[in-house]
């Protein structure tokens, strides 16, 4: 079954505490995975696309990686307005139908 | 500016009422969709239109109706049969299916509650 989870479901750092969430799939066919954040209330903003294994793509204090089996989203030296929900999603293609899905998400908390 | 506008953001619903929550983005996109979000369960798909005047059901669908008359315009109905409408639902767009820069564009949400 095709799926994508996410690890941890929270996550609490103290401000300039490194660390990084975690984003596997089991889809065929990967097209995209793309990485949102989510502030309470609000509609997911998009952070990054990554299309193959080895990418990487860098803004600010997040980077995200990807292999053939999951991403990574790293956090260096986190402040507390990095505090949000992390989605992932992936883009795939099975039996020529396009499929697009999310995570569950990981909640991040940075304290002061 | 461009972006995607749902309305009204707090919505009440009596038993055995529909309501109709609203979509509009400017963007130009072909493909639409409706998410339902509730507490650790993430996004689930209710319904989505990749080009006016046709739409597909999601995975959560029963319950729910939708139109695409308009490319800009893509209005969601939660019935009365829809047993449990309590939840935060999210509009978004992309630029197409089968585009390799199909980064979702969301609205800002509604909160739809039972009273």
């Known amino acids: 079954e095709d799926q994508v989870t996410q690890s941890p479901e929270a996550l609490r750092l103290q401000e300039g505490e490194s660390s990084s969430l975690n984003c596997s799939y089991t889809?065929?066919?990967?097209?995209?995975l793309f990485w949102y954040r989510q502030d309470p209330g609000k509609g997911p903003e998009f952070l990054f696309t990554l299309y193959s294994a080895g990418e990487e793509k860098e803004k600010e204090r997040l980077k995200a990686t990807l292999t053939k089996k999951e991403s990574f989203l790293h956090i260096t030296a986190p402040k507390p307005e990095d505090s949000a929900t992390y989605l992932c999603?992936?883009?795939?293609?099975?039996?020529?139908?396009?499929?697009?899905?999310f995570g569950t998400g990981t909640r991040l908390k940075v304290l002061a | 500016d461009g972006g995607i506008t749902q309305s009204p953001k707090y919505l009440f619903r009596k038993e055995g009422q529909n309501v109709t929550l609203s979509c509009e983005q400017n963007?130009?996109?072909?493909?639409m969709y409706w998410y339902r979000q509730d507490p650790g369960q993430g996004l689930r798909l209710i319904y989505y239109s990749q080009i006016v005047n046709d739409f597909q059901k999601g995975d959560i669908a029963e319950g729910y109706s939708v139109s695409r008359e308009k490319k800009e315009s893509f209005p969601l109905t939660v019935t009365s049969a829809q047993k449990n409408p309590t939840a935060f639902y999210l509009c978004a767009s992309r630029r197409g299916t089968r585009s390799m820069n199909t980064e979702a564009f969301f609205g800002q949400g509604t909160r739809l509650t039972v009273v």
């Open positions: 889809v065929s066919g990967l097209r995209g």
């Open positions: 963007l130009n996109h072909d493909a």
């Open positions: 999603a992936v883009h795939w293609v099975t039996s020529g139908t396009y499929k697009y899905i």
